[in-house]
C-alpha cells in the first residue's frame, strides 16, 4: 500500500484563501458596498457635466482629475469597505459554528488567519483597481486627456495600505469579542470619536501634530503654493493622518520640495506649524505601518487562543 501524502502547505494556504474569497463575494453587504462605490463614482463624474448644463457654462477640461480624485474613495469609504470585508471574517466562523469544521481540516489558526488575511487583500485590491479603471475611463471621456496615469497604481496600493489600518481594527475586535455586531460597532464607534476630536482639535486646538498619530483623517494641512481644489481654502488640503496615504505619495512625487502649512480650520486661517510633504507622506505610512501590525497581532493572539467550544 501507498503512504498518503498530506497536501502541501501552499495548497492548504489557497484553500483558505479561496474560502474566505467565495464567503466574502456572496455576502450582500459586500455586493451593496461596490454597487455603493459605483454609485458614488457615477456621482462625482457626472456631477460637474450636470452643473455646467444647468448654469449654460461649458466644462472646463481638467487633465488632473484622475489622479487626484482617488477613485472617489475617501476616508469613510475605505472605512466602510474594511467593516464589510473582515466584519464576520473571524467573529462570524464563531457565530455560525463554521469554525468547528474549518479547524477540523489540515490547517492551523495561524494558517486560518493569514489565508483570510490574504483573502482580504486581494478582494480589496481587485475592487479598487476595477473602481480606479472606471474612473479612469470615465475621467478620460469627460474632462478630457489625464496627465500622470502612471502613478494610477501608487494611488490605489495607498488606499489598500489605507484600509488595511480599519481592516485591523476590526478583526481586533471581532476576534475579543466572537460578535460581528460588536466588531463593526465597535470600528464604527473609533471611527465616529475620532472623526470628531480631529475636527475638535482643529478648530479649538494648537496641538493638531497629535492627530498626525492617530487613525483616520489627521490633521488638514494647505500646500499655499499650490491651488486649492475648492474655493475659500488657502491652499491645496492636504492629510497627514493614515486615510490619506494614497493622495499625500501622489502630492510628494509631484511637489517633493512643497511646505505644508497647518492652520487652524477657521478664518484667518492663522498658521501653527509647517514642514515638507516628504515628512508627511513617510509619517503616514510608517503609522499605518505600525497600527496595522499591532491591531493584527492582537486579532491574531485572540484568535489563536480562543474557546471554540463554549
Known amino acids: 500500500m501507498t503512504a498518503k501524502t498530506s497536501p502541501s502547505w501552499m495548497t492548504r494556504f489557497w484553500a483558505v484563501v479561496r474560502y474566505e474569497i467565495l464567503w466574502n463575494i ?14 458614488f463614482a ?54 455560525s459554528g463554521t469554525i468547528v469544521p474549518l479547524l477540523t481540516k489540515p490547517v492551523s489558526r495561524t494558517m486560518v488567519f493569514l489565508g483570510k488575511l490574504f483573502a482580504a487583500f486581494i478582494i480589496l485590491l481587485s475592487a479598487y483597481f476595477v473602481l480606479f479603471l472606471y474612473m479612469t475611463i470615465g475621467g478620460t471621456v469627460i474632462f478630457g486627456p489625464q496627465n500622470n496615469l502612471h502613478l494610477v497604481p501608487l494611488v490605489l496600493l495607498g488606499n ?30 473609533i471611527f465616529i470619536a475620532l472623526s470628531i476630536s480631529a475636527s475638535i482639535v482643529s478648530v479649538f486646538s494648537d496641538q493638531m501634530g497629535v492627530l498626525t498619530y492617530v487613525p483616520g483623517g489627521g490633521a488638514t494641512g494647505y500646500i499655499k503654493s499650490l491651488p486649492s481644489q475648492a474655493s475659500g481654502l488657502p491652499g491645496l488640503a492636504v492629510s497627514t493622518g493614515t486615510d490619506g496615504i494614497g ?20 478664518p484667518p486661517f492663522d498658521k501653527i506649524y509647517s514642514e515638507p510633504i516628504s515628512v508627511v507622506a513617510s509619517r503616514s505610512i510608517a503609522v499605518a505601518i505600525v497600527y496595522m501590525l499591532a491591531f493584527l497581532f492582537i486579532a491574531w493572539y485572540f484568535f489563536k487562543r480562543a474557546q471554540i467550544l463554549e
Open 160 to 189: 489598500v495600505l489605507s484600509t488595511f489600518v480599519w481592516i485591523a481594527i476590526v478583526l481586533a475586535i471581532g476576534s475579543i469579542s466572537k460578535s460581528s455586531m460588536i466588531a463593526a460597532l465597535g470600528a464604527f464607534g
Open 247 to 266: 493622495a499625500s505619495l501622489i502630492t510628494y512625487i509631484l511637489h517633493p520640495s512643497a511646505e505644508v502649512t497647518f492652520s487652524r480650520m477657521i
Open 26 to 39: 456572496r455576502k450582500k453587504k459586500f455586493i451593496g458596498m461596490i454597487i455603493f462605490a459605483f454609485v
Open 42 to 95: 457615477t456621482l462625482s463624474l457626472t456631477l460637474p457635466v450636470i452643473l455646467t448644463n444647468v448654469n449654460g457654462q461649458p466644462l472646463d477640461q481638467n487633465p488632473d482629475y484622475v489622479i487626484t480624485s482617488g477613485a472617489g474613495i475617501g476616508g469613510i469609504a475605505l472605512f466602510l469597505f474594511a467593516v464589510v470585508t473582515v466584519m464576520n471574517s473571524i467573529s462570524g466562523e464563531f457565530e
